[in-house]
């Protein structure tokens, strides 16, 4: 009796089965195609300039046609003097920058995320301002300031002359704000408790900020830095306000699109790109091993 009362049952689960399953649309194809898409508009310039840097053109200046791989720019690689030099100021400037500029925004981003203190409104204001002021305007602003400088001490000679010290001084005046934004958020997100239980366990308050508040705030550190440094290596509309005759790799990039650029110019990117993927891909790796 019960064998035959369970069999209608199952006929029907069977039955209802089907319409209670879960319907496949094509809409979910939607999302991943369009992130996939995106992607690849992204990424195609730079996958055309690491092509273009295995380009067998025939002469010393690159073009649209792709005549063939050759690795001889590889080889050659420092065989433009002025593409060499305006890169060697360029990997001067940059870290520098990046580092004084951390120093400081890690400092400003401190104080910012943990105190309160009369005029801490308009810092945050002006840090925001510096970010979302034209470069064109800071650019003007800064050559300026530099003129002006100079030409109040000009009776004993220009102590700051447009060149790499006024390039490295601007890199770190607009990298500053990137940093201290960075480093407020995290700081902003961190448990006050923690430094509280190691004063309670009778740590001084630098040895609880070494020991607690830094390993915490080093991802947004770290972040600061490699933002600072991209900043200041990619700069060009700052920089050539302020260079004077001094070039870096953007200027002396501009200025060769005039006449052609060498094919050195998309290797020296690929390895610049290379050489940022694998800062990416360590920073994500030690990430993942802390956590």
Not at 51 to 79: S, V
Not at 81 to 96: Q, R, Y
């Amino acid at each position: 009796m019960s064998a035959i009362a369970t069999e209608p049952r199952e006929a029907a689960d069977q039955e209802l089965a089907p319409i209670n399953a879960p319907r496949k649309r094509w809409t979910r194809f939607l999302l991943p195609t369009y992130t996939w898409l995106m992607i690849l508009y992204l990424t195609s310039p730079v996958f055309v300039m690491i092509l273009y840097g295995f380009n067998a053109i025939p002469g010393d200046r690159q073009t649209p046609k792709f005549w063939g791989f050759t690795l001889q720019w590889y080889r050659d690689l420092f065989g433009v003097a002025g593409l060499t030099s305006a890169l060697k100021n360029s990997l001067v400037v940059a870290p520098v920058s990046a580092i004084v500029a951390t120093i400081l925004g890690t400092f400003l981003g401190l104080a910012l995320g943990r105190y309160w203190f009369r005029g801490r409104a308009p810092v945050n204001f002006l840090i925001f301002l510096a970010i979302a002021v034209p470069e064109i305007v800071l650019g003007s602003s800064l050559l300026s300031m530099f003129v002006l400088a100079n030409s109040r001490v000009s009776f004993i000679g220009s102590v700051l002359p447009l060149g790499i010290r006024t390039i490295l001084v601007s890199h770190i005046g607009f990298s500053i704000p990137f940093v201290a934004v960075t480093v407020r958020a995290r700081v902003q997100g961190l448990d006050r408790s923690l430094e509280d239980a190691a004063q309670d366990l009778f740590a001084n308050p630098v040895t609880a900020f070494y020991k607690v508040t830094l390993p915490l705030i080093a991802p947004a550190i770290l972040a600061g830095f490699l933002l600072a440094f991209v900043l200041s290596l990619d700069d060009f509309v700052i920089t050539n306000f302020v260079s004077g005759q001094t070039q870096t790799f953007p200027i002396w990039v501009f200025g060769a699109t005039r006449i052609g650029l060498p094919p050195q110019v998309n290797v020296m990117g690929t390895l610049l790109f290379g050489a940022g993927l694998l800062a990416a891909v360590a920073n994500v790796v030690v990430q993942r091993r802390r956590a």
